[in-house]
Every structure is written in C-alpha cells, then in structure tokens.
C-alpha cells in the first residue's frame, strides 16, 4: 500500500510541472504587452447640430416672385396688381402669360376675318363672343367677305391690371401690322385696303377666375388705340 502511494505521489508531482510549465509559457505569450498593440478605440459619441437661428431660416428661403420684373416699374400700380395676381395664382407668369396673348391676338384676327366660330369660341368670353359671332353672321347674310392677312406684331406690352375676388384681369397694348379689307358680294372693297399693310393699335383686356377648372385666358373687351 506504501508503495502505491508513493507511485501516486510521483505521477501528480509530474503532472504539477507539466502545468506550471504550460501555464508560465502561455503567460509570456498572452500576459504581457510588446508595446506594439493598437491604441484602444474611443467610443463614439453622438453630436448634434445646433438649431439654426431665425435670421439663418430666413436667409435660406427662396426670393419673393417678381412677376412684374421687365414688365411694369417697381411699385407701380400694374406691379402691384401682377403681384396681387401671382399670390392668388402661384402657377402664374407673366412671361408665359404675355407669349400666349401674343399667340391669341393672331389667332383671333385670323379667326374672325375666317369666320371660324368654333375656334373664337374657345378664346373669348361669352359676352364678346356674342359680339363677334352677331358681326360674322351680319357679313354672311350681306355677302361681304373680309380679305385679311396678319403680317407681325409691333409692340405687345401690359398696361393695366386687377384682381378683384378671384377674377383678374390683364389689358394689353398691341401694335400690329396686317393688310385688311372687306369686300362686298360683287368684289367691290367696302373698307381697309388689300393692297397695303396697315399699322393697327388696339388694347385687348384678358379675364380669368383664378380657382376655375379652365386654365386659360380669354379675350373680354377690345379697344382701339391705346
């Protein structure tokens, strides 16, 4: 039994060793530092914008519309009233809205030397539509049949305006040239002259109400000169 004990003694005193060494080796490999390890990575925090301050909103919004720009002086009274307009209506611009007169002006002197109804129709409103319609069908009856032809415009400018609920208004100036003339049923001229270019000067007031399901201008009033 002694000599038992004392084999049994031996093989734990080996097996001590055997894990001092392994231990004393994993210690130099793990314990100790080279120098050489990265640093250690801070943590990162959150940070956070200040507000901007009033004045700084108030550089970053967008420049108020000048719809009157190359159109009407600063703060006169047509200005004003495309100003009233372009506030109601933010789909309005001037520069689009003077092309597309410019565009009706021609087509509806064509129109009614034509005698095209439907098309008079769809530009005007109803109250000169009356006029215009009662004028064609005053020549078709007498026989008189307008010789016309449009040849440019001259000038075609904004002179007036006004918004008034949700109806607005824009007269312009037009200076064209066209050759016209009417002639009777025998060929004979009655007025204007054919064989010249003549210089007209009107004012054509256009209307729209703004919250409308149409979209476009039409032609209200007409005057000559302006």
Request: charged letters at 25%.
């Amino acid at each position: 039994m002694k000599k038992m004990s004392l084999i049994s003694d031996a093989i734990t005193l080996v097996c001590f060793f055997v894990f001092a060494i392994i231990g004393f080796r994993l210690w130099q490999v793990l314990g100790r530092r080279t120098g050489s390890e990265p640093p250690p990575q801070p943590t990162p925090k959150f940070q956070t914008k200040p507000l901007p301050t009033d004045l700084e909103l108030k550089a970053a919004e967008p420049p108020p519309r000048k719809v009157w720009e190359g159109f009407a002086p600063a703060g006169s009274a047509l200005a004003k009233s495309l100003i009233a307009i372009g506030d109601a209506d933010p789909s309005f611009d001037m520069s689009h809205f003077v092309d597309g007169a410019k565009s009706a002006h021609e087509r509806i002197l064509n129109s009614f030397a034509a005698g095209d109804l439907p098309t008079l129709k769809l530009l005007l409103s109803p109250a000169t539509y009356g006029t215009f319609e009662k004028e064609i069908n005053r020549r078709a009856k007498a026989g008189e049949k307008a010789a016309f032809k449009f040849v440019a415009i001259k000038e075609a400018k904004p002179v007036e305006a006004s918004l008034n609920g949700n109806d607005a208004a824009i007269t312009m100036h037009f200076a064209s040239e066209v050759v016209s003339a009417v002639k009777d049923a025998k060929g004979a001229t009655i007025s204007g002259d054919d064989k010249h270019i003549a210089e007209v000067t009107e004012a054509w007031t256009f209307e729209r109400h703004l919250k409308s399901s149409e979209a476009g201008w039409k032609l209200a009033e007409t005057h000559d000169g302006a």
